[in-house]
């Protein structure tokens, strides 16, 4: 006979019945139920054993293997990733091993993290330690109500085409992979655009870095004249603590011109949505390998810039970057 599900109601007038010196042909005619004599005996074994026909189940005892890890080794693994999640598999068997004396092989340290902890690893974001949550937020809630189309925002990135190689490559199953560097001693061109809610504003390209006198230079002859006085549209300059943007004769240059001038958080790109645009730009230019063959640099990535850094795709970022952008019409 398979098993049967038996109501507890069941079990415990069966067991009642057998007290009392019923048979169990009686009982199984009287409850309707064709009851085994095996669970009979076990409804009775169970019941002189803990007055209780239903078995708890916290009682059953534990199928199959016994557990490697013992809860407090599971908590400490669990703190121990949260502390130090760049910790190599056998780092963390020693650790665990001084800690609370388990011993386990390095495979059966993986094993249990991703089985039964569901914790594999992966490639983590860059995050800066000087970086100041409460700043953050408080930058935050002061933009929270400023519309998106009051705001310009500008940094300075260099590109390099040996930093555009791709990052991945396909070969035959077993076998390696390569990549090569066309240019040998490729130069770095530094771009800087201004970006508002409707795309670019000014843009400025050099084979050289930006010093204060060149964003002195691209502020006041490049930029402000597409900016307007304060409260309008694009009349906030936003950009990072970077020493450029404070020195030299920024703020007077903004004063002038009616412009505000609001700095990022400390360590908060991700509140840039021009860092968003310089990762679309330079995917642009890794896919288009643009740069392998180019006689001019300069105007090819000034070229990429205008086709990548579109009004749809500011709009999409500002968006992203938590600013107050109007409906999409």
């Not at 009982?27 to 169970?46: C, D, H, K, N």
């Not at 650790?95 to 991703?114: F, K, P, Q, W």
């Not at 603590?241 to 703020?251: D, L, S, T, Y």
């Not at 392998?292 to 579109?310: A, G, L, R």
Request: net charge neutral; aromatic share 10%.
């Amino acid at each position: 006979m398979g098993f049967i599900l038996y109501h507890p109601a069941t079990k415990v007038a069966a067991v009642r019945m057998l007290i009392q010196g019923h048979d169990q042909s009686f009982i199984q005619t009287a409850l309707g139920e064709p009851i085994s004599r095996q669970s009979f005996g076990r409804w009775m074994e169970l019941y002189q054993h803990t007055r209780c026909v239903i078995r708890n189940p916290n009682d059953y005892e534990q199928q199959g293997r016994p557990l490697l890890l013992s809860d407090s080794d599971t908590k400490f693994m669990i703190k121990l990733v949260q502390e130090e999640p760049g910790l190599f598999l056998d780092e963390i068997r020693e650790r665990l091993y001084d800690e609370n004396g388990t011993l386990l092989s390095v495979e059966a340290i993986h094993r249990n993290l991703v089985v039964k902890l569901s914790i594999t690893l992966k490639k983590p974001s860059t995050m800066n330690i000087r970086k100041c949550l409460i700043t953050k937020y408080d930058y935050v809630e002061k933009m929270r109500f400023v519309p998106a189309e009051f705001l310009v925002f500008t940094d300075e990135s260099a590109i390099c085409d040996r930093d555009l190689l791709r990052n991945f490559a396909r070969a035959p199953k077993g076998s390696p992979s390569a990549r090569f560097v066309v240019n040998q001693n490729p130069e770095r061109i530094s771009v800087l655009p201004a970006i508002g809610i409707g795309g670019i504003l000014a843009m400025a390209v050099t084979d050289n870095t930006f010093n204060g006198k060149k964003w002195d230079d691209f502020l006041e002859w490049d930029l402000i004249p597409w900016m307007n006085r304060y409260p309008n549209h694009n009349s906030i300059l936003v950009c990072d603590n970077a020493k450029i943007h404070k020195g030299g004769r920024v703020e007077r240059i903004c004063h002038e011109a009616g412009i505000l001038i609001k700095y990022l958080p400390p360590y908060c790109p991700e509140l840039n949505p021009i860092e968003l645009c310089f990762s679309a730009l330079k995917y642009k230019l890794r896919r288009s390998k643009i740069l392998n063959e180019s006689d001019d640099p300069e105007w090819d990535i000034q070229e990429t810039i205008d086709s990548v850094i579109t009004s749809d795709l500011c709009y999409k970022h500002f968006r992203h970057c938590g600013y107050s952008v109007p409906p999409k019409i």
